[in-house]
């Protein structure tokens, strides 16, 4: 029987260049379980577990994993973020394709994984700057970070693991923690400081004099941004 072969989006794409090879995978809110399936297709890890909060994603997982000849090697879970797992059952924890904040409370469910013995690849799709705060100020700490383009946006990608006391300031939150290097810096910075000038002209607009003290802040930060960007061009030019 001829299996089908999974390609991948850019997104999902970098998150599985990402694990390390050997690795035991759980996936949190696989969806249609291409990250792990394509995973084990390519040699990459030797098994996967792949969980979901809502029974129809997890039988589209499965589904998947039967077209590609991959469910022996897979274990299927229904469970609300890692209410499901144990500490220790997988090297790698992926929590891709949601808000910061979701992803904050699913670990905040799990204090385990501050631990240290567990690699978190974490891809917010809203909240960057939140959950960065919030790793860091719950003793996680951040060993890489990654910007993918995808579908006209731009999405960071964290690698975490437990053991840290260093608090981030405002500006890295936003900026990111370890993104300095990567090509794809300049277009974030300018993405963050779209975002920022938004808030700060709606919050002028509403003419609330209780929110003078934010968009002071808020324009310290877009200042912060604005002279990083500035500092990349001048390194490039």
């Given at each position: 029987?001829?299996?089908?072969?999974?390609t991948?989006?850019?997104?999902?794409?970098?998150?599985?260049?990402?694990?390390?090879?050997?690795?035991?995978?759980?996936?949190v809110?696989?969806?249609?379980?291409?990250?792990?399936?394509?995973?084990?297709?390519?040699?990459?890890?030797?098994?996967?577990?792949?969980?979901?909060?809502n029974?129809?994603?997890?039988?589209?997982?499965?589904?998947?994993?039967?077209?590609?000849?991959?469910?022996?090697?897979?274990?299927?879970?229904?469970?609300?973020?890692?209410?499901?797992?144990?500490?220790?059952?997988?090297?790698?924890?992926?929590?891709?394709?949601?808000?910061?904040?979701t992803?904050?409370?699913?670990?905040?469910?799990?204090?385990?994984?501050?631990?240290?013995?567990?690699?978190?690849?974490?891809?917010?799709?809203?909240?960057?700057?939140?959950?960065?705060?919030?790793?860091?100020?719950?003793?996680?700490?951040?060993?890489g970070?990654?910007?993918?383009?995808?579908?006209?946006?731009?999405?960071?990608?964290?690698?975490?693991?437990?053991?840290?006391?260093?608090?981030?300031?405002?500006?890295?939150?936003?900026?990111?923690?370890?993104?300095?290097?990567?090509?794809?810096?300049?277009?974030?910075?300018?993405?963050?400081?779209?975002?920022?000038?938004?808030?700060?002209?709606?919050l002028?607009?509403s003419?609330?004099?209780?929110?003078?003290?934010?968009?002071?802040?808020?324009?310290?930060?877009?200042?912060?941004?604005?002279?990083?960007?500035?500092?990349?061009?001048?390194?490039?030019?």
């Open positions: 029987m001829e299996h089908r072969e999974l991948l989006q850019p997104r999902l794409r970098m998150l599985a260049d990402l694990v390390p090879p050997g690795a035991v995978v759980a996936d809110g696989t969806d249609h379980g291409y990250l792990p399936v394509w995973l084990l297709q390519h040699g990459k890890i030797p098994r996967a577990i792949a969980s979901d909060i029974a129809k994603p997890l039988e589209h997982a499965r589904r998947t994993a039967a077209e590609c000849g991959m469910s022996n090697r897979m274990e299927f879970r229904l469970c609300a973020g890692l209410d499901g797992f144990c500490p220790g059952e997988a090297d790698v924890i992926v929590i891709a394709g949601m808000g910061g904040e992803i904050a409370a699913i670990l905040e469910a799990a204090p385990w994984t501050a631990s240290g013995n567990t690699a978190l690849l974490l891809q917010p799709m809203t909240k960057a700057e939140y959950l960065r705060i919030w790793l860091t100020d719950k003793g996680y700490s951040f060993t970070e990654h910007l993918v383009f995808d579908k006209d946006f731009l999405y960071p990608i964290f690698i975490v693991t437990g053991g840290n006391t260093v608090k981030l300031t405002d500006e890295e939150a936003y900026a990111g923690v370890m993104l300095e290097g990567d090509p794809l810096y300049g277009m974030y910075l300018s993405q963050q400081m779209s975002r920022l000038r938004t808030r700060i002209d709606g002028t607009r003419g609330n004099e209780s929110a003078i003290e934010e968009i002071r802040r808020l324009e310290t930060l877009y200042g912060a941004l604005a002279a990083r960007k500035e500092k990349l061009h001048d390194h490039s030019s």
